[in-house]
């Protein structure tokens, strides 16, 4: 079965620090991955898209890696503000398939 | 604004009382979809469709009907509504099926009573 986990499920940090959030999934044919944040209550917003063939995306202060082999992805957060807070989730396609696999997600609380 | 818009966002029903939840992307999108979000479970998909006409069945589709009779829109129809299907809706599409990328609504919180 076509598994993704995100460990740890939740992840507290004061202002300012820089963190990793982490993402690992059990079949190395995927197409691409992609990284979301969810506020309480609200939709998912994408924030950066890896394909299979690429080892990593920036967009400001974050940038996502993509390691195949090892089956992880990781996404990085700079200089992490009280607005980061968030819900992070990580989602992977796998080959053919028509839908996302999703990660159970991160909460991501960072203290001012 | 490229976006994909559902409607309502909050609804609260009865038990067996017909209810349909409508999602419109305005991106000329061929793939559309729907999810629910649970909690511990997490997001599973429940239909999706790949051009007008074509749908399929994703992980949950029990209680659920879908259609795309147009390309911007793909509505859910829960046709007698239960408890269990209290939950978080999203609606998202993609221009190929995935390869770039999906875009996600805002979500309907649907609460049956």
């Known amino acids: 079965k076509q598994e993704v986990t995100q460990i740890p499920a939740a992840l507290s940090v004061p202002e300012g620090e820089n963190l990793v959030l982490n993402c690992s999934f059990t079949d190395s044919a995927i197409y691409n991955l992609q990284w979301f944040r969810q506020d309480p209550g609200k939709g998912l917003t994408s924030l950066l898209l890896i394909q299979s063939s690429q080892r990593e995306q920036t967009s400001g202060r974050l940038n996502a890696s993509l390691d195949k082999s090892s089956g992880r992805s990781t996404l990085y957060i700079a200089a992490s503000q009280p607005g980061d807070s968030a819900t992070y989730l990580c989602?992977?396609?796998?080959?053919?398939?028509?839908?996302?696999?999703f990660g159970s997600g991160t909460q991501l609380t960072v203290l001012p | 604004e490229a976006q994909v818009t559902q409607n309502p966002r909050y609804l609260i029903t009865v038990t067996g009382k017909k209810l349909t939840v409508t999602c419109s992307q305005n991106?000329?999108?061929?793939?559309m979809s729907w999810y629910r979000q649970d909690p511990g479970l997490g997001l599973r998909q429940i239909y999706y469709s790949m051009n007008v006409e074509v749908t399929d069945k994703g992980d949950v589709p029990e209680g659920y009907k879908v259609s795309r009779k147009e390309k911007r829109n793909f509505p859910l129809i829960l046709e007698s509504p239960s408890p269990n299907q209290t939950s978080l809706y999203f609606c998202a599409s993609s221009p190929t099926g995935g390869a770039k990328g999906y875009t996600f609504g805002s979500g309907t919180r649907l609460t049956v009573v």
């Open positions: 991106m000329n999108h061929e793939y």
């Open positions: 989602a992977v396609r796998y080959g053919s398939a028509r839908q996302l696999t």
